[in-house]
């Protein structure tokens, strides 16, 4: 046994010593160590052999399969070190070539509305104003006219938390309370954007997670003419027309009152009617309306000398709007086939 180990190890260094390239190198090795060759079969035939042999047997055998292994690795780096030193005598590289850009990340397109959102509200003398999104029950609810077990609760999917009475917040409205906390008693003008919680199903027009934009205004002799006013010329400036048309909307929201919905004029079909704004030539856009007396005592104001107006913007649906973009949840694949279209 010892004699045909020695041969096996005879027979490969002299294979090895006639390969030229690393495919015939791949070949020598499953044919000299791989399961089916000699060198491994030896090792299968050791449970045939006497106590006394197969201790030596065995270790000749593993000393074996060790120097071949070493040699072989030998051969791969002699054989590397060549097909190198042939593609650079053979090869050439022109050095003139100009580099290949670098691709550099882009915004997100949400950021992107974002940024376009606070620049238009910066010069109108709005400031950011960054509030928390694990929020408590009184500033998400009750601090916005909405005690418990008003059914107004009902209008929002609540993500609640394994401690009593904290919760993800689901619009951005409570900064209103936090921001008039803070500033009072002077007057306030503020943009609140963060991001929001609903526990709803995802679907082309709603996520689970979304960003808003919450808009605050407190202080003396402040009207709906004031809510409007900036409302129209926000819209006229995101969409960058002058002309563009907008309404207002009667509806409901707890914590202002009286409380409206602002459209604006189709800019796809300008008016006329079509499947973007669904026939009617308008879109909407955001709600909003004056605070309501209860939120402005809760946020430490006397409503008999203080009024506000307060206004809240999705991002995403704005951002679907100037990119007339058909599903939300584009927004949250990462798909960079999309993202980089921006």
């Given at each position: 046994?010892?004699?045909?180990?020695?041969?096996?190890?005879?027979?490969?260094?002299?294979a090895?010593?006639?390969v030229?390239?690393?495919?015939?190198?791949?070949?020598?090795?499953?044919?000299?160590?791989?399961?089916?060759?000699?060198?491994?079969?030896?090792?299968k035939?050791?449970?045939g052999l006497?106590?006394?042999?197969?201790?030596?047997?065995?270790?000749?055998?593993?000393?074996?399969k060790?120097?071949?292994?070493?040699?072989?690795e030998?051969?791969?780096?002699?054989?590397?070190q060549?097909?190198?030193?042939?593609?650079?005598?053979?090869?050439?590289?022109?050095?003139?070539?100009?580099?290949r850009?670098l691709v550099?990340?882009?915004?997100?397109?949400?950021?992107?509305?974002?940024?376009?959102?606070?620049?238009?509200?910066?010069?109108?003398?709005?400031?950011?104003?960054?509030?928390?999104?694990?929020?408590?029950d009184?500033?998400?609810?009750?601090?916005?006219?909405?005690p418990?077990?008003?059914?107004?609760?009902?209008?929002?999917?609540?993500?609640y938390t394994?401690?009593?009475?904290?919760?993800?917040?689901t619009?951005?409205?409570?900064?209103?309370?936090?921001?008039?906390?803070?500033?009072?008693?002077?007057?306030?003008?503020?943009?609140?954007?963060?991001?929001?919680?609903?526990?709803?199903?995802?679907?082309?027009r709603?996520?689970?997670?979304?960003t808003?934009?919450?808009?605050?205004?407190?202080?003396?002799?402040?009207?709906l003419?004031?809510?409007?006013?900036?409302?129209?010329?926000?819209?006229?400036?995101?969409?960058d027309?002058?002309?563009?048309?907008?309404?207002?909307?009667?509806?409901?929201?707890?914590?202002?009152e009286?409380?409206?919905?602002?459209?604006?004029?189709?800019?796809?079909?300008?008016?006329?009617?079509?499947?973007?704004?669904?026939q009617?030539?308008?879109?909407?856009?955001?709600?909003?309306?004056?605070?309501?007396?209860?939120?402005l005592?809760?946020?430490?104001?006397d409503?008999?000398?203080?009024?506000?107006?307060?206004f809240?913007?999705?991002?995403?649906?704005?951002?679907?709007?100037?990119?007339?973009?058909?599903?939300?949840?584009?927004?949250?694949?990462?798909?960079l086939?999309?993202?980089?279209?921006?």
């Amino acid at each position: 046994m010892l004699e045909q180990l020695e041969q096996i190890k005879a027979e490969a260094q002299a294979a090895l010593e006639k390969v030229s390239d690393l495919d015939a190198l791949e070949a020598w090795r499953v044919a000299h160590l791989g399961r089916s060759s000699p060198l491994m079969n030896s090792f299968k035939q050791m449970g045939g052999l006497s106590k006394e042999e197969r201790p030596k047997v065995g270790q000749r055998a593993n000393e074996v399969k060790v120097a071949l292994e070493a040699e072989l690795e030998t051969k791969r780096a002699m054989l590397k070190q060549a097909a190198l030193s042939a593609s650079l005598d053979e090869e050439q590289l022109d050095v003139t070539l100009p580099g290949r850009a670098l691709v550099r990340g882009r915004l997100h397109p949400i950021t992107q509305t974002l940024r376009r959102i606070y620049a238009i509200f910066a010069e109108m003398g709005f400031q950011v104003y960054r509030s928390r999104e694990v929020e408590s029950d009184d500033y998400n609810f009750t601090f916005l006219n909405m005690p418990p077990h008003h059914p107004a609760r009902d209008m929002w999917d609540t993500f609640y938390t394994s401690t009593e009475g904290v919760i993800l917040r689901t619009h951005t409205s409570p900064g209103q309370i936090h921001a008039m906390r803070e500033f009072h008693p002077d007057p306030i003008r503020v943009i609140l954007p963060g991001m929001c919680y609903r526990y709803e199903q995802v679907t082309t027009r709603s996520e689970m997670q979304f960003t808003q934009v919450e808009g605050l205004a407190v202080g003396k002799h402040i009207t709906l003419s004031d809510l409007k006013g900036t409302l129209t010329d926000f819209a006229r400036r995101l969409f960058d027309d002058p002309n563009v048309g907008t309404r207002f909307r009667a509806s409901h929201f707890p914590f202002t009152e009286p409380s409206a919905e602002m459209d604006v004029e189709c800019f796809v079909c300008g008016g006329k009617g079509c499947s973007v704004c669904k026939q009617t030539g308008w879109l909407e856009i955001l709600g909003s309306g004056m605070v309501h007396p209860t939120v402005l005592r809760y946020g430490g104001y006397d409503p008999e000398e203080y009024s506000g107006y307060a206004f809240g913007m999705g991002p995403e649906r704005i951002t679907m709007l100037l990119h007339r973009i058909d599903d939300i949840r584009y927004f949250w694949r990462n798909d960079l086939r999309f993202l980089e279209q921006f």
